[in-house]
């Protein structure tokens, strides 16, 4: 495999001192940080059940090590990013999580899959300022492009909707995040990283925040024409 290794300075805010950051692929001995991000990430009451686990780990770094990347700060592992390739297909994307990604395990990884799939994105709360979260996907976007795939795909949860589920649809609340009416901490950041809405996906993952709903969301890879390629 190619290996991913990008070292920058990112700033927390103004007047304070830089801090290195490296986005770089992760491997084994990082599993344990991994693990402890994700329960930092995704307190109750999102299931537990859902947290990376070693088995699952080791299936991304084994059969897609290229989509398997992290964000290190000062030597202590603060964000992570995780996908697959699979074949998808624009007119019929209703799916589930568990169904895309096997269970977050990728034993249905498809090397002549035509689209780069997030299976997760974490990083921790004290350190969102850096623009991270940005900058993992950024780098998958770049994987895209390097591996001239037709776009990047993921759903985004919802994570705000069941404050205003008793006023609109799942569907309405997207219109109003992408309009700007409403923030939502999760699809307001995929679309400032140029991500764009395919659809609502309902019971796409057992989420009490979101209602189980989700947005599907791409980047289209700019230097590739659907379904044509190069």
Not at 120 to 126: A, E, G, T
Not at 138 to 148: K, R
Not at 193 to 202: E, I, K, L, N, S
Request: proline share 5%; with cysteine; charged share 25%.
């Amino acid at each position: 495999m190619d290996r991913y290794c990008k070292s920058f300075f990112a700033y927390e805010g103004r007047g304070k001192r830089p801090v290195k950051v490296t986005i770089r692929n992760y491997g084994k001995e990082d599993f344990a940080q991994l693990i402890d991000i994700q329960r930092e990430c995704f307190p109750p009451p999102f299931p537990s059940e859902l947290w990376w686990n070693e088995e699952q780990l080791t299936e991304h770094v084994t059969r897609f090590p290229e989509g398997a990347l992290c964000a290190e700060v000062e030597g202590e592992l603060v964000g992570s990013m995780t996908a697959l390739k699979v074949n998808f297909d624009r007119d019929h994307w209703q799916h589930t999580w568990a169904e895309v990604t096997d269970n977050g395990y990728i034993r249905n990884h498809d090397f002549a899959g035509n689209s780069l799939y997030v299976v997760d994105i974490s990083v921790r709360p004290s350190r969102r300022k850096l623009g991270l979260g940005k900058s993992l996907m950024q780098s998958m976007y770049e994987l895209v492009i390097h591996q001239q795939l037709q776009r990047l795909v993921g759903g985004g949860r919802m994570s705000g909707y069941h404050k205003m589920a008793s006023q609109m649809s799942a569907e309405q609340y997207l219109n109003e995040v992408i309009t700007g009416s409403i923030q939502d901490p999760v699809i307001t950041f995929l679309l400032r990283c140029g991500r764009q809405p395919v659809g609502v996906a309902a019971e796409y993952l057992e989420d009490a925040e979101s209602l189980n709903y989700a947005a599907i969301m791409e980047w289209p890879n700019p230097f590739v024409k659907a379904d044509t390629g190069y």
